[in-house]
């Protein structure tokens, strides 16, 4: 039951829309008009200290946990420094455009093309990559839907798990001004090398600094509310919120509660520096247990409080905004930060680390409806039933939640991903499905990689089917091609090629973040950093892990060579001329062999004829893209996630031999082609298994529809699980179902006022239905639901 | 002197069903084998007969190994095979050599019947099964041959036998408003149960029509007409306009009357 203090702000949270705050912004700007000429580390750590510092304060009604990035409840910041060319030419359409609008007034317009803009001409992060990027890869990767990486240049990166077990709640943001201080020490301005390390120490002070005034801020304002506050009870707790932001951040936390808005407040210092994709709240059970259980046992909290206290959590989590350009909406659609959340499964020593905090979690997703935080669970063969019956109930709840993945097969992940074992064994999501790991410096969605592209290109003679214009490698007529083997051979050389363009996306924008934008913020949450002086842009994590290209679209491509297998070089019912022709024409005229098309086997049905396919493209991808080196020199890393970037890839996409047409869908992670996967999800669970999955270390998703009915009961949860432990025994890593009827989707449809609540998996996450396109809502009522037999 | 037992290599499959997650524990893999003694008149699978042909003849071998495949899908949740039908033990010998095969595999078995079967001969599959599904259609033998075409005296003797046997055991009722939905007839049936069947539990199945579709198909006259020509048979307060679903209020009230016998209720839902 949620109380009705946490059920007032859900409500605000699941009715209004969000808005822009300028705030961020100005302040930003205006710093960096006053230190021009100094290291880029210093400016960046100044105009974050100075956004500390003047950033109105807002404590908003019946708020436990505070610290706000705005003055809107669901609020958005602008980040011109990455790019302010989107906002520009976007933020007219802010409001009524199709996939997450946001509110900004004329006024608000007005101001920041005024004031911001004009300083961030030639400055910005956006600008500076396309000026580096050649050509030939501009051509393909810059709003294209054939190669996508426009999140690492229209905005930060994010994709960090704060490290709280041995940075934050051992030194708070005090302690680790001292270490800086301590450090700084040793080093010797007359010694060129560190020089570049004070300058680092030096703004991580700032940045620290920081923090500890905005949280004494919020205290000054908490302490003032309370002496206008007539209500007792309201009172006492503005005293109690003042309390805390006196401790912390700058002291480690001592009580559950603290700890709690500890972990606001570095999620806030995330967000005002760089406004990021998947700042990962990481094991939450594991380093908030120790607060509870003492809390508890000293008697001053109940778990009554402590979920309320989550429950707020939740909501902050969900009422910040990630203020993203059009076409990164369309990849990363419903108003998601990809705050993704860990719980459960081994303990760095290998002992099951589920906690009664492990199930609060659980609720308050379950309670509170929220679509942050992205709640993962680690599930291993033998953890305890408890917990997989109560993963099982939530996802028999229809929301999409949790994601849940397999505790063994995320180790292998980061194993072969060079992680020592007990680091392995302590990994937590990034993002979506991104097994990781707080110590890590990587960048889990470098590139979308449009594998159907390569399709069309091998068969169109390199030329895109839908406008004509030579997007890949010359290639001769399809009709040209006397086997099978050369058609495949033809589509992996356009997908080398494509390859190849997603690195040269990748390193182009790795060099300019090292130049432009390092993050003292995000680094003093990072062990190693600390301790060598090197900033996280620069490779200063622990780890630093290769980027992470994701395919798109693995099922059309398998489904398509192998149709072209069967029905022209097997069955001999068409030519490769035919073939070609009719995916010009976008089959017209050509129904009788898009039929024959449709019924060729199909990935995911089990079938070795075709999944032999999908497992060829899987290692080939892997092995390409492993053989390339990053700027640290890291191997470059492959991953099958979802999101929702099938939908825009695609749309660029032409008719695929598949049976697919124009425009139509893509595939998502390791899922089988919507509606295709006609057997049992044992098959689909079959199929997806057969595709090493563990060599993919920046995660594999597979996503599922299954009739309520078959989750309905607590024996048919029971299955579920029976089902899950299955699929994680065949070596997969992630699943995650739906599960409401296509019935209540159409009625959501149509009435979305009646479900504004209403969560679903999107790929990799979930979000609010009714704050998904039209195009997507589709898309999802399509996926084949799994009914009982 | 030992009994002959019958082996078969090969014989009729109507379907082999994975993902089955209401006949037995777990998720289980189904064989539904064709033929079947009854002709019960709401029949869903009416195909059954038909499948005695070549054209669905299958090995051992073969539903062994399509079974072992699915077997990573049964370790966890108790799952296994379940026997469906037509009737499971009309194929005796082709059933006793599917049986010790999957048997020796250690898989858990399941079998589904409607009870009518010479008990001597399929005593020794039935030991090997962790579950029983045992089918009571009507306790009046009259009305017992007039929907199914069969007397009932066997099938009762049989359920007493094989409870004897000490296999985890089932009783399942299928629920038609029409047919045998009315209080004396579940009142008797439990009585026997109750007599016969002492550590059974009764689960209810209520009738549906999802089988309706197969009769236009294979143009034979559905269940509602053949209903219609059987109804003028029926007691006044036995008969309806047509054979019908019970509402969930019946069906609490006839597990109730399966309580005050000491029946325990089971669903595999």
Redesign the interface.
């Known amino acids: 039951m949620l109380t009705e203090r946490i059920e007032k702000i859900r409500q605000s949270y699941v009715n209004n829309k969000p808005s822009i705050s300028t705030d961020r912004a100005r302040i930003w700007t205006e710093s960096h008009k006053r230190t021009e000429g100094q290291p880029v580390c210093i400016r960046r750590a100044k105009a974050f200290y100075d956004t500390c510092a003047e950033l109105p304060v807002h404590i908003f009604e019946g708020e436990l946990i505070v610290g706000a990035i705005g003055e809107f409840r669901r609020c958005g910041i602008l980040t011109p420094e990455f790019s302010w060319k989107w906002v520009d030419k976007e933020m007219d359409t802010f409001s009524d455009r199709a996939q997450d609008p946001y509110v900004i007034t004329p006024e608000q317009r007005e101001f920041v093309r005024r004031e911001i803009f004009p300083y961030w001409k030639d400055k910005s992060l956006e600008e500076a990559f396309l000026a580096r990027l050649p050509e030939e890869t501009a051509k393909i990767g810059v709003d294209t839907g054939i190669l996508d990486n426009d999140s690492k240049w229209r905005q930060s990166v994010g994709e960090i798990t704060p490290d709280y077990q041995d940075v934050l709640f051992p030194l708070g943001f005090g302690g680790i001004i001292k270490k800086c201080e301590s450090k700084k020490a040793l080093l010797s301005p007359a010694n060129a090398a560190d020089q570049e390390k004070i300058e680092f120490y030096d703004s991580v002070i700032i940045t620290s600094r920081g923090i500890i005034l905005y949280a004494n801020r919020y205290a000054n304002a908490a302490e003032e509310l309370a002496k206008a506050e007539t209500d007792e009870t309201r009172r006492s707790e503005l005293l109690a919120i003042a309390e805390n932001c006196r401790r912390v951040p700058e002291n480690p936390p001592e009580t559950f509660y603290e700890a709690i808005q500890f972990v606001w407040f570095t999620q806030i210092g995330g967000i005002l520096t760089e406004n990021p994709l998947s700042l990962n709240p990481g094991r939450f059970d594991q380093y908030m247990d120790p607060f509870y259980e003492r809390d508890l046992a000293l008697g001053i909290i109940s778990e009554a409080k402590a979920e309320e206290l989550i429950d707020a959590l939740w909501l902050k989590y969900s009422e910040w905004v990630w203020t993203i350009s059009a076409n990164t909406a369309d990849y990363f659609a419903g108003y998601n930060q990809f705050q993704n959340l860990t719980v459960g499964g081994k303990t760095r020593e290998g002992l099951d680390g589920t906690n009664p905090v492990t199930f609060m979690a659980l609720k308050a997703t379950e309670e509170v409806k929220t679509h942050q935080p992205g709640l993962s669970v680690r599930i291993h063969q033998d953890c305890p039933e408890e917990f997989l019956a109560a993963v099982t109930e939530l996802v028999s709840r229809g929301t999409g939640f949790p994601a849940i993945h397999s505790d063994s097969a995320g180790y292998q992940m980061l194993l072969n991903a060079g992680y020592e074992p007990d680091d392995a064994r302590d990994w937590n999501n990034c993002g979506c499905v991104v097994p990781h790991y707080r110590k890590t410096g990587e960048w889990t969605a470098a590139v979308n990689m449009n594998f159907g592209s390569a399709i069309e290109y091998a068969l169109n003679e390199g030329k895109s089917l839908m406008t004509g214009k030579e997007m890949g490698l010359k290639e001769k007529p399809a009709s040209a091609f006397a086997s099978y083997e050369e058609v495949e051979e033809a589509f992996f050389k356009q997908f080398k090629n494509l390859c190849y363009h997603s690195i040269v996306l990748t390193t182009t924008a790795q060099r300019v973040h090292v130049d432009m934008v390092p993050r003292p913020f995000l680094s003093s949450c990072m062990e190693a950093c600390l301790e060598d002086g090197v900033d996280l842009s620069r490779g200063g994590a622990k780890y630093n892990v290769g980027p992470v290209i994701t395919g798109i679209g693995l099922g059309v491509c398998a489904n398509s060579l192998a149709a072209v297998k069967k029905l022209v070089f097997d069955d001999k019912v068409c030519t490769m001329g035919e073939l070609a022709a009719a995916l010009k024409a976008n089959w017209e005229g050509y129904e009788e062999l898009r039929a024959k098309a449709q019924a060729a086997p199909k990935y995911g049905n089990d079938i070795d004829y075709v999944d032999r396919i999908a497992i060829k493209i899987a290692n080939t991808f892997y092995h390409e893209i492993h053989g390339y080196k990053d700027i640290f020199g890291s191997p470059f890393s492959t991953a099958f996630m979802g999101i929702s970037n099938y939908i825009p890839m695609g749309r660029v996409l032409g008719a695929t031999p598949c049976g697919r047409k124009n425009g139509e869908p893509s595939t998502e992670g390791v899922s089988p082609y919507v509606g295709t996967d006609t057997?049992?999800?044992?098959?689909a669970m079959r199929s997806a298994a057969k595709l090493n999955q563990e060599i993919h270390s920046g995660g594999t998703l597979l996503n599922l529809r299954l009739n309520h009915d078959?989750v309905?009961?607590k024996?048919?949860q029971?299955?579920l699980?029976?089902?899950i432990?299955?699929y994680f025994?065949?070596g997969a890593f992630h699943v995650q179902f739906n599960t409401l009827s296509s019935k209540v989707l159409r009625a959501a449809q149509e009435r979305p006022d009646d479900y504004r609540d209403l969560l679903v998996r999107v790929a990799g996450y979930s979000t609010q239905f009714v704050n998904l396109s039209k195009s997507l809502q589709d898309a999802i009522i399509a996926r084949t639901e799994?009914a009982?037999? | 002197m030992a009994l002959e037992r019958e082996y078969k290599k090969e014989g009729s499959v109507m379907q082999i069903?994975?993902?089955?997650?209401?006949d037995g524990d777990?998720?289980r893999t189904?064989v539904f084998l064709a033929g079947c003694p009854l002709h019960c008149i709401w029949c869903c699978n009416p195909e059954n007969a038909g499948c005695l042909d070549a054209e669905h003849r299958m090995t051992v071998d073969e539903v062994v190994g399509i079974v072992a495949k699915?077997s990573?899908?049964f370790?966890?949740?108790h799952?296994g095979v379940t026997f469906s039908g037509g009737e499971a033990t009309w194929q005796q010998g082709y059933l006793r050599a599917l049986t010790e095969q999957l048997y020796d595999r250690g898989y858990s078995l399941s079998i589904e019947t409607c009870g009518s079967f010479d008990f001597a001969g399929v005593s020794d599959i039935l030991e090997k099964m962790d579950l029983i599904f045992f089918d009571l259609k009507h306790m009046d033998p009259r009305f017992h041959r007039l929907f199914t075409g069969a007397d009932n005296a066997a099938i009762l003797d049989n359920l007493k036998k094989v409870s004897g046997l000490g296999v985890r055991l089932v009783v399942r009722i299928p629920v038609i408003v029409g047919v045998n939905a009315y209080e004396e007839n579940i009142l008797k049936t439990c009585e026997f149960i109750a007599a016969n069947a002492p550590a059974a539990s009764l689960e209810l199945l209520p009738y549906h029509r999802f089988g309706a579709d197969k009769y236009v198909k294979l143009g034979l006259p559905g269940p509602d007409e053949r209903y219609e020509e059987l109804r003028v048979e029926l007691a006044p307060g036995i008969a309806a306009e047509r054979m019908d679903i019970p509402s969930d209020e019946m069906l609490e009230h006839f597990y109730d009357i399966a309580a005050a016998h000491g029946i325990g209720r089971i669903?595999?839902?």
């Open positions: 057997s049992t999800p044992l098959a078959l309905a009961t024996r048919g029971a299955n699980g029976s089902l432990q299955s025994a065949l799994h009982e037999f | 069903q994975h993902f089955s997650v209401n777990g998720i189904t699915e990573i899908f370790r966890n949740g799952g669903s595999f839902k």
